[in-house]
């Protein structure tokens, strides 16, 4: 079975400046694809960023990147020029390839200060 | 099409009795799956349907939950003889493998259970 660990259960950041939030997962197999989500307070959950496993660039979208260390099987998110909009909380995600099942870690808890 | 929604919102009942929760999934998306989530806690798996056939549930699920997608449409979520340990947030959330699908979620925003 898969899991996925993210072990810092609340961070924070001021506004503007750059934040890593951690995700490692563990898994046998070599077909996969890794995802970051974001939950703001009460509103629904969205998809950050992903990345398929078999592509050595890392993913980036706008502010957000991430970097795969798919040896070490290490995928963080930074979050560049931070903002207040960010605040929320974020689950690192893995799926195997083929399969339709997501698996999601407990979560980090982001707050941007002001 | 304004997204996932379910219904209802929040629902409190007392311990013993059968909740029903709806999810509407967007339209054109196929997939549609039904998670969990306590407090502090992440998403846990419940069960996935693709069009109406039940594809995979989760061993977890107690025989009280029973999900259906009749049509390939809306889906229901029923737990019978609710314990206080079923209090949660039950997320519905749907896909469609077009092209370029790597497995995005397209989630709502969920149904609070409170069981008393």
């Known amino acids: ?114 | 099409d304004t997204g996932v929604s379910q219904d209802p919102r929040h629902k409190i009942t007392k311990r013993g009795q059968n909740v029903t929760f709806r999810c509407d999934p967007i339209s054109e998306h196929n997939r549609l799956y039904w998670y969990r989530q306590t407090l502090g806690q992440g998403p846990e798996f419940l069960t996935y349907f693709q069009n109406e056939a039940q594809l995979e549930k989760s061993r977890l699920l107690s025989d009280r939950f029973s999900a259906e997608r009749p049509k390939g449409s809306f889906s229901t979520l029923e737990i019978q003889r609710t314990e206080q340990g079923d209090s949660a947030m039950y997320l519905c959330a749907s896909s469609f493998p077009g092209q370029g699908f790597a497995g995005e979620l397209f989630f709502g925003e969920g149904s609070r259970l409170t069981v008393l």
């Open chain 1, 1 to 114: 079975a898969q899991t996925v660990t993210q072990s810092q259960p609340e961070m924070s950041v001021q506004e503007a400046e750059t934040v890593t939030l951690s995700c490692t997962y563990d898994t046998s197999e070599s077909n996969y694809y890794l995802f970051w989500y974001k939950q703001p307070p009460s509103r629904q959950m969205i998809l950050v960023i992903r990345q398929e496993a078999y592509k050595q660039q890392n993913a980036t979208e706008n502010r957000f990147s991430v970097n795969f260390q798919k040896a070490a099987k290490s995928f963080s998110l930074k979050i560049s020029d931070s903002q207040l909009g960010d605040t929320a909380m974020y689950f690192c995600a893995f799926m195997r390839g083929g399969y339709q099942k997501v698996t999601f870690g407990t979560g980090t808890k982001l707050q941007v200060i002001p």
